[in-house]
């Protein structure tokens, strides 16, 4: 079996060459820290250049406006979202996935509470 190219620093999962991650579990977690604030978010992994985050969002909180270097990954996991860019406004749904290209300007709104599962591609961790 080989060995992980890279340790992972923060709190991430231990050096393994495979991950499994429950992510019912640890949006439970983020649902319970977010009564009083706007947004909460969880590093899931990071791993050779790719980021896996959770957020959760409280209704009505936006992302106003920005952009990464790599490709994104959007994912709906729960509630409803709306995801703004390049003169489109899309519904995401349970399910459904977007993906944006590197520099793609965007906007993510939580219609209602909403959990999503973001993966964002670039840099050295």
Do not use: C, W
Not at 96 to 124: C, F, K, M, W, Y
């Amino acid at each position: 079996m080989p060995d992980t190219t890279h340790i992972p620093a923060g709190d991430f999962p231990s050096k393994a060459p495979v991950h499994h991650l429950d992510l019912e579990a640890e949006a439970h977690k983020l649902l319970e820290k977010l009564p009083g604030h706007r947004r909460q978010t969880r590093n899931l992994a990071r791993e050779a250049g790719v980021s896996v985050l959770m957020m959760a969002m409280e209704t009505g909180d936006i992302l106003k406006d920005h952009a990464t270097d790599g490709v994104v990954t959007v994912q709906l996991l729960s509630g409803r979202a709306v995801l703004a860019s390049e003169n489109q406004r899309v519904d995401l749904l349970k399910g459904h996935l977007s993906v944006l290209q590197p520099g793609v300007r965007h906007d993510l709104t939580a219609e209602e509470q909403s959990v999503l599962l973001l993966t964002i591609t670039g840099g050295n961790e």
